[in-house]
């Protein structure tokens, strides 16, 4: 009788440790540490306090603290340590991700780069069309990236746009608008050679599968050169890769979208590394 007490009460005891063990498996993944352990990032953020009264500003950082807590992180999972410094501060505390992670995101922010490398800017096309006749064949090519597409209608955009500079220079107003519009539309032809790649990344965020494939494939036959065909398949790939364990905060910069999604916020900095002594901080005041 006594054995298998014995028996029943190890059972409860290992039953519960295998099960929690297997829950926290692998813990690398399973388990957050804190800042104190794998090290972060801390930022200092400043309240205006313009127009308010002396009793508007007492315990202003401690009253924005809570709203913002419970907009950013309402349960509390995204191990940030929140901390008032006198009522108009606030120092917010992140850990840094695994390191596996950060690997992730930085091919797939790498196959990102060289993806947009493909497009063409506004300002890289009018500095083209405004360069001399000497330097304009030579931008002309800078600007096309193996787009047989873009060539072809850069070849277009180049004439159109010296007509409008010489309407520009005589006295028919008629004549210069219809060249203003027909530069426009040929200047946008060439703009639309590109691929949006905050709209690529917002079709990547897609929750549903067929959903997010159905928009790439269009994507995709929008901007049929092999060139863009082949990096977004790379981009596509990396982002899974990145995406399967990724998390919400990995970076300042995602803290910093999710605190202005939170109200109307501006940035700036506060204090910078010290060049001359890189273990302190400098500030103008």
Partial sequence: MNDERRILKWAVI????????????????KLKAGIDLAGGSSLLFEIDTA???????????????????????????????WRPIGNNRLEIQMPRPPRESLERRKVYNASMTGLAELNV????????????????????DALVHGINERAQRLDALIPV?????????????EAETAARTAYEEAFEQVVKTSMDVNRLK??????????????LAK????????????????????????AQDKGMLEDPSDLKR?????????????????????NTMAHNE
Avoid: C
């Fill in 14 to 29: 290992i039953v519960p440790v295998v099960a929690a063990a297997l829950a926290l498996y692998p813990p690398s993944q």
């Fill in 51 to 81: 127009g308010l009264s002396q009793n508007e500003k007492t315990g202003l950082a401690e009253k924005v603290m809570g709203v913002l807590k419970r907009r950013v992180d309402p349960d509390g999972q995204l191990n940030l340590i």
């Fill in 121 to 140: 800017s506004r300002m890289e096309l009018q500095a083209m069309l405004s360069a001399p006749a000497s330097e304009r064949a030579s931008r002309h």
């Fill in 161 to 173: 746009f010296d007509r409008y500079r010489e309407a520009q220079e005589g006295d028919d107003y």
């Fill in 202 to 215: 917002d079709i990547l965020a897609l929750p549903s599968v067929s959903e997010r494939d159905k928009e």
């Fill in 219 to 242: 994507l995709k036959a929008s901007h049929p050169a092999p060139k863009y065909a082949t990096a977004l398949d790379e981009v596509v790939v990396n982002y899974d890769a990145w």
């Fill in 258 to 278: 999710r605190i202005r999604g939170a109200g109307v916020l501006e940035f700036r900095i506060l204090a910078e590394r010290d060049a001359a002594s890189p």
